[in-house]
């Protein structure tokens, strides 16, 4: 199990090394001509990569990892929402700049974190690697998640206009669902779910800063 975790890890790892890599040499060629295209350069890539991180909620289920089930779970839904069910439904909002932020971020977070559990699954730790996959989330994952709200709030105007997702049943039925009301609702979720996974994210750190100095104090 440890080396499929590792191949797992490594797939990942290269996905969104590419994405991330690839994002800054098209920057660096075309400069902001290359924010509108982001998605349709790497977005196939990156839905292929958010698909297969679902697989990191069985991982915990059937007990081969020991992460914390609800905090990745919410981390992996609204990735999945946001790109899936906002961006990919919404031509026009594919081309706007919060889609290149978005996706710099998340991957700039993953790439960081499946190198570390790649190299832990080996017993390798090198600490400045340690103290990044630690550190960086705190400032950036409440920034990617401020840039899902704001891609949410972008998006709403095309969903009111368009109509996508919502669902008006025929008479003698008087139900419908109006889905810019549904993400409205989501942003509470969003923001109510980011302060839980924030709360496990410096659990996480802590006892991780524990566990270091229960090791220097040994050595």
């Known amino acids: 199990m440890n080396m499929y975790l590792f191949v797992y890890d490594l797939m990942q790892f290269c996905g969104h090394s590419w994405i991330f890599t690839n994002m800054i040499i098209r920057f660096m060629t ?3 001509d290359s924010l509108a295209d982001t ?3 790497i ?3 990156m ?3 958010q698909l297969l991180s679902v697989l990191e909620i069985l991982h915990i289920l059937i007990g081969i990892d020991k992460s914390r089930l609800l905090p ?3 981390q992996i839904t609204e990735r999945i929402i946001v790109l899936f069910v906002v ?3 919404q031509e026009e909002v594919q081309g706007k700049y919060i889609v290149c932020v978005l996706f710099f971020l998340w991957n700039l977070l993953d790439v960081v974190r499946y190198t570390y559990n790649m190299l832990s699954r080996m017993g390798i730790y090198y600490l400045p690697l340690t103290w990044l996959n630690f550190s960086l989330c705190i400032p950036l994952y409440p920034l990617s998640v401020l840039s ?3 891609a949410i709030c972008v998006s709403l105007p095309y969903f009111e206009s368009f109509g996508t997702y919502s669902i008006k049943l025929p008479f003698p039925f008087t139900f419908s669902i109006y889905f810019p009301y549904v993400l409205k609702m989501y942003l509470l979720v969003l923001f ?3 302060c839980f996974t924030m709360q496990n994210i410096f659990s996480k750190r802590k006892a991780h800063q524990g566990t270091d100095n229960i090791k220097n104090k040994r050595s």
């Open 47 to 49: 839905r292929l990569c």
């Open 30 to 32: 075309f400069g902001k």
């Open 192 to 194: 109510i779910g980011m």
């Open 87 to 89: 961006i990919n439904s």
């Open 148 to 150: 899902e709200a704001y």
């Open 72 to 74: 990745r779970f919410l």
């Open 43 to 45: 977005g196939l890539v």
């Open 39 to 41: 998605f349709y350069s």
